[in-house]
């Protein structure tokens, strides 16, 4: 089964997100921007979320996990919980 591990920063709006991946692209470390703005608990690790499988996340988190490029910023992509910037840092087959 093909695993992923990635990391994320989840706020409130569409522009924050927006704000902040700009902040990202130029030179702000995801971990730290993470840490600071996101709404969800693993902002403690710097937005890590670790190592999953496809169908463990929201349908909207494997859509850019299982097909985006390696180690680029993803997003906003938009779910029930807000919106997100993700970074795939790893994927295996």
Not at 34 to 55: I, M
Not at 65 to 71: C, D, P, Q, R, Y
Request: charge should be negative; proline fraction near 3%.
């Amino acid at each position: 089964m093909t695993q992923a591990s990635a990391r994320h920063l989840l706020v409130d709006t569409e522009e924050q997100c927006l704000t902040l991946k700009t902040q990202i692209e130029n030179g702000a470390d995801f971990a730290d921007v993470a840490k600071e703005h996101s709404n969800c608990p693993s902002k403690e690790q710097g937005g890590d979320l670790g190592s999953f499988g496809r169908g463990q996340m929201v349908p909207e988190f494997d859509e850019v996990v299982f097909n985006a490029e390696l180690n680029t910023v993803q997003g906003p992509v938009k779910t029930q919980f807000g919106y997100h910037l993700l970074e795939v840092t790893a994927r295996s087959e």
